[in-house]
């Protein structure tokens, strides 16, 4: 295979937790790498334009099964997408895979078949259920107005979220829980009282030494940014920052300097 570093751009949408577990992969991976910002709303078409192909079958599901809106957005492509020379990869999954292949140093996947087997298990995991009940459960919250995320979510561990300004982040919230994502303030409860699960599998797997080990792997820049996205939510913070999974989550994204000033010093 032809190793020689080749030019690489990701393509991401503002606060992205999906998209932030490309940007750990390759810079774990310390590989240089361009950002382009598409708008979001309208990025599966911009995505699409740029020559990614898109999924042909659904590869996200919103309780258990999947719609057509989705399933339409699905088919135009999700990002994160690297270009990398004149590859175009799309999904975590794949990004991470074809980065191993490329630049095996240092690793994401243990080279032990049985430990392998089991972070891939959790790597999975995070990308089929905690990935999109975080999304569900923040954008759910969303719905009662920013105020019920720190820093009305201008700010924080992923950045932005979905827009810079605020008027367009609460209207993109509202149109992704709503007509995508099936996050409304009914679902709400049902999508909450998911979470305790959710994050006593993550202490598990902690424990098990499947995450937060001695060196990271993908199934940890998998989960940490999904941690990250919940912890926006000002009622969920706590519970996380008490659990092993808050280690984790501080491991691989502590909270920006700028942010900790201001809540030193803010209300
Ligand atoms: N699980 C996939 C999908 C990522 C995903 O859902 N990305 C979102 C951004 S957070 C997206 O592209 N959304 C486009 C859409 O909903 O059409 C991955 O990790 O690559």
Known sequence: MDRTPQPATLYV?????????????????RIPYRTVELLTGPHPFSVRARGFAGHRAPIRSVDGGTHRTLAGMDRLGTVPALRYGDQKIQTNLEITRFLERIQPQPPLLPADPAERQAVEQAERWGNDVLQMTARRIVLAGGLHGLDAFHARANAGRLGPLLARNESIRAVSNWMAARLIFGASTTREQDLLAQLPALLDTVDRWIDAGVLNGATLNAA??????????????????PQIDARPAGELLRRVLPVPAGERAAAATGP
Request: charged residues 25%; hydrophobic residues 50%.
């Open 13 to 29: 949408i503002l606060g992205s937790h999906a998209c932030r577990t490309a940007m750990l992969t390759l810079e774990h991976k």
């Open 220 to 237: 940890d820049l998998m989960i940490a940014p999904s941690l990250a996205l919940l912890a926006y939510r000002r009622d969920l913070r």
